[in-house]
T-cell receptor, first 115, second 112 residues
Framework: NAGVMQNPRHLVRRRGQEARLRCSPMKGHSHVYWYRQLPEEGLKFMVYLQKENIIDESGMPKERFSAEFPKEGPSILRIQQVVRGDSAAYFC?????????????FGPGTRLTVL | KQEVTQIPAALSVPEGENLVLNCSFTDSAIYNLQWFRQDPGKGLTSLLLIQSSQREQTSGRLNASLDKSSGRSTLYIAASQPGDSATYLCAAPGNAGNMLTFGGGTRLMVKP
């Protein structure tokens, strides 16, 4: 049973370009979470999705950032018009259930560098 | 709003020593707490998940305890090895029980 998969592992973009980060949850998991780890800072929650639905996006910046988890295919975190401050490691996690007893499993992360 | 704090931020010990990492959280109405390990430039590896009904959880040389009433969890590492060198993170669920709130981590260095 493969773990959470993320690609690309490293992504370099110039300011103003778009970044698309992909996450495939573990088999049997229908809940996906995105977290961001800025340099020298802790991990911060961004968004929680179930298939075709955004459940909680309270941690996601209101502009330029969007996330989706379509019925088929991976979850996508999209950052439009990237700026240097977007440089960070973006981690995806998945869980089988939601709520009080869920255990989240993390992917290896995508390290975004904005030049 | 859940807040998680880890002390110390960094720790350096000689090989073979037993050590304790501390984690405190402000909202004690949690149902579980997770401990993770993160190696430099890598992802997170789940070490232990303690349910609120449990007081302890053990895996090999690792033992995690949870005291909801005091808002504290500890990770005990026995007979530390250089391979244990990493950042250790604890995470507690937020109010909705879905998102995790992470502590700042303890950066552990075990010297041969």
């Amino acid at each position: 049973n493969a773990g959470v998969m993320q690609n690309p592992r490293h992504l370099v973009r110039r300011r103003g370009q778009e970044a698309r980060l992909r996450c495939s949850p573990m088999k049997g998991h229908s809940h996906v979470y995105w977290y961001r780890q800025l340099p020298e800072e802790g991990l911060k929650f961004m968004v929680y999705l179930q298939k075709e639905n955004i459940i909680d996006e309270s941690g996601m910046p209101k502009e330029r950032f969007s996330a989706e988890f379509p019925k088929e295919g991976p979850s996508i975190l999209r950052i439009q018009q990237v700026v240097r401050g977007d440089s960070a490691a973006y981690f995806c996690a998945s869980s089988r259930t939601s709520g009080m007893y869920n255990e989240q499993f993390f992917g290896p992360g995508t390290r975004l560098t904005v030049l | 709003k859940q807040e998680v704090t880890q002390i110390p931020a960094a720790l350096s010990v000689p090989e073979g020593e037993n050590l304790v990492l501390n984690c405190s959280f402000t909202d004690s109405a949690i149902y579980n707490l997770q401990w993770f390990r993160q190696d430099p430039g890598k992802g997170l590896t789940s070490l232990l998940l303690i349910q609120s009904s449990q007081r302890e959880q053990t895996s090999g040389r690792l033992n995690a305890s949870l005291d909801k009433s005091s808002g504290r969890s500890t990770l005990y590492i026995a007979a530390s090895q250089p391979g244990d060198s990493a950042t250790y993170l604890c995470a507690a669920p937020g109010n909705a029980g879905n998102m995790l709130t992470f502590g700042g981590g303890t950066r552990l260095m075990v010297k041969p």
